[in-house]
């Protein structure tokens, strides 16, 4: 069996995952005990992000051509890469919360809905609320003047029944 028709399915993997894909981090995951990886991929896979370790390789050839591509240059070393089609901030905020108590657990960069961010970047990304969060605030802030106003036209009401 030739060595391509082993990598083309490996490589395939990879981009059926970055197909779609609104957040890819890539780790250094170098000096992580088997305790501390089990735990950080039950995190990753509970909260629906894909985890893997792939050669550097197999993620070039994946990445060329793509939004992705900017991350070839971070491909030295041990290289694990997570991929989230649901939330963007995610992947880096459960890889950053995880290397605080981890401190082997090396973030390198990561690519956002569309946008190129190094290890810096992806720790701001990781600092961001989630978008549920977000819109929440975002709507206690447009409810807010709408209650005051209410409030206020009852104590108004309230007071003109007390003097009737």
Same mark, same amino acid.
């Given at each position: 069996?030739?060595?391509?028709?082993?990598?083309?399915?490996?490589?395939?993997?990879?981009?059926?995952? /970055?197909?779609?894909?609104?957040?890819?981090? $890539?780790?250094?995951?170098?000096?992580?005990?088997?305790?501390?990886? @089990?735990?950080?991929?039950?995190?990753?896979?509970?909260?629906? %992000?894909?985890?893997? %370790?792939?050669?550097? *390789?197999? +993620?070039?050839?994946? +990445?060329?051509? *793509? =939004?992705?591509?900017? /991350?070839? !240059?971070?491909?030295?070393?041990?290289?694990? $890469?997570?991929?989230?089609?649901?939330?963007?901030? /995610?992947?880096? !905020? $459960?890889?950053?919360?995880?290397?605080?108590?981890?401190?082997? /657990?090396?973030? !390198?960069?990561?690519?956002? =809905?569309? @946008?190129?961010?190094?290890?810096?970047?992806?720790?701001? $990304?990781? @600092?961001?609320?989630?978008?549920?969060?977000?819109?929440?605030?975002?709507?206690?802030? +447009?409810?807010?003047?709408? @209650?005051?106003?209410?409030?206020?036209? !009852?104590?108004?009401?309230?007071?003109?029944?007390?003097?009737?």
């Amino acid at each position: 069996m030739a060595k391509i028709e082993i990598k083309k399915p490996i490589v395939d993997e990879i981009k059926a995952n /970055l197909d779609g894909a609104k957040a890819v981090v $890539i780790a250094d995951y170098r000096g992580l005990t088997v305790a501390q990886d @089990t735990a950080l991929r039950k995190q990753l896979r509970e909260a629906g %992000v894909v985890y893997k %370790v792939y050669k550097n *390789t197999y +993620i070039n050839f994946a +990445i060329q051509g *793509t =939004e992705f591509e900017p /991350l070839a !240059k971070h491909l030295e070393g041990p290289t694990a $890469i997570a991929f989230c089609k649901t939330d963007a901030a /995610l992947p880096a !905020k $459960i890889l950053a919360d995880f290397a605080k108590n981890a401190e082997a /657990l090396q973030l !390198k960069a990561g690519v956002v =809905e569309g @946008t190129y961010y190094d290890e810096k970047g992806i720790q701001i $990304i990781a @600092t961001i609320p989630s978008r549920d969060v977000l819109l929440g605030k975002l709507l206690g802030s +447009i409810q807010s003047p709408i @209650t005051n106003f209410a409030r206020v036209l !009852k104590q108004i009401a309230e007071k003109q029944e007390a003097v009737a």
